[in-house]
């Protein structure tokens, strides 16, 4: 087996871009290993091999022991990796970006740094979330408010539907077993999308802490981008789950969020719903610097970039 300091670093154009990859792969009671550039999951059934470049994030569940092999090439495709209990999902470790440009973290730092364009993202999130809704001109208080009500209405029309008994949002942190059978199926749901989505922002290197709606957690912008799909996606799915019985509610609600995400295309949804919330401009018009170039240069004071890799300790400049 070659090892990882005999290998040069895999380039953007040699990685499976976020939208073309499987959103999560869900492993247990197994041992996780590599093989050349697979991941092998051994267990007493045999060894499956899984290509590491096709995965967006790993998720590692009760009885599993991973080599530090296996790790090493989940970080070199970009692979997000988390440990799931057996009551809900945490996310522990992240993989590279996809990127070798800045674009969009400093596209993101720039319209978190003042309030206006702060709240005018919010806004634009709120809007991809209800499309029939225009929150322009809203404060933030009227924000959550409007938000909060759609999300009773969805509760509400998704038990109708599935004819699930709801009696609220009963959620006890690090007691998955403390709500009904559909509170559980919400709670799976979305730690699963919190994973998926961290994956993502992680891979288009942007920041998971500058949050635009939540705020002082080290993911607030993931949660902030998994509650875009939350109405539209998680809820529907936790009552459907819910409706078909109260048995293993956790891992049949993970393996219907996995194959619906396949089957809708989510992760390049996601992709997309990033570059046009940061920038909305270059996202219709797809300019700017391409995932592919290694492109660095130097700032300076008028705003404009100046080539790197010159001393210009001798030169004179209009900067």
Request: overall charge positive; proline content about 4%.
């Given at each position: 087996m070659t090892t990882v300091g005999k290998r040069a670093a895999l380039t953007p154009r040699q990685l499976t871009r976020t939208s073309e990859r499987l959103s999560f792969v869900y492993l247990e009671r197994c041992t996780v290993h590599r093989d050349a550039n697979a991941i092998t999951?051994?267990?007493?059934?045999?060894?499956?091999?899984?290509?590491?470049?096709?995965?967006?994030?790993?998720?590692?569940?009760?009885?599993?022991?991973?080599?530090?092999?296996?790790?090493?090439?989940?970080?070199?495709?970009?692979?997000?990796?988390?440990?799931?209990?057996?009551?809900?999902?945490?996310?522990?470790?992240?993989?590279?970006?996809?990127?070798?440009?800045?674009?969009?973290?400093?596209?993101?730092?720039?319209?978190?740094?003042?309030?206006?364009?702060?709240?005018?993202?919010?806004?634009?999130?709120?809007?991809?979330?209800?499309?029939?809704?225009?929150?322009?001109?809203?404060?933030?208080?009227?924000?959550?408010?409007?938000?909060?009500?759609?999300?009773?209405?969805?509760?509400?029309?998704?038990?109708?539907?599935?004819?699930?008994?709801?009696?609220?949002?009963?959620?006890?942190?690090?007691?998955?077993?403390?709500?009904?059978?559909?509170?559980?199926?919400?709670?799976?749901?979305?730690?699963?999308?919190?994973?998926?989505?961290?994956?993502?922002?992680?891979?288009?290197?942007?920041?998971?802490?500058?949050g635009f709606i939540h705020s002082g957690h080290e993911l607030s912008f993931v949660l902030d981008i998994a509650d875009l799909y939350k109405t539209d996606i998680g809820i529907p799915l936790a009552f459907d789950v819910a409706a078909e019985g109260d048995e293993d509610v956790g891992p049949r609600t993970r393996r219907a969020l996995r194959d619906h995400i396949n089957q809708t295309g989510l992760l390049d949804r996601c992709v997309q719903d990033i570059k046009r919330l940061l920038l909305p401009a270059a996202a219709e018009a797809s300019s700017g610097p391409t995932d592919e170039e290694d492109r660095v240069t130097l700032q300076t004071d008028s705003g404009l970039d100046a080539a790197a890799g010159r001393n210009y300790g001798h030169e004179e400049t209009s900067w």
């Open positions: 999951a051994e267990d007493a059934d045999g060894t499956t091999h899984i290509p590491s470049a096709t995965i967006g994030t790993l998720l590692l569940g009760p009885g599993t022991r991973i080599t530090h092999q296996a790790m090493s090439v989940l970080g070199e495709t970009g692979a997000a990796v988390a440990w799931v209990g057996e009551h809900g999902v945490r996310y522990y470790a992240g993989g590279r970006a996809l990127t070798r440009s800045s674009t969009l973290v400093e596209a993101q730092a720039t319209q978190w740094a003042n309030r206006r364009s702060r709240l005018a993202v919010a806004r634009a999130m709120y809007r991809l979330r209800f499309p029939d809704d225009d929150p322009d001109g809203l404060t933030r208080h009227e924000l959550l408010g409007r938000e909060g009500r759609r999300v009773k209405d969805c509760y509400r029309a998704q038990a109708s539907r599935t004819n699930v008994p709801w009696r609220g949002r009963q959620f006890t942190p690090g007691d998955f077993t403390s709500g009904d059978a559909v509170n559980q199926a919400i709670t799976a749901a979305a730690q699963c999308m919190y994973g998926i989505t961290h994956a993502v922002v992680i891979a288009l290197g942007c920041s998971p802490g500058r």
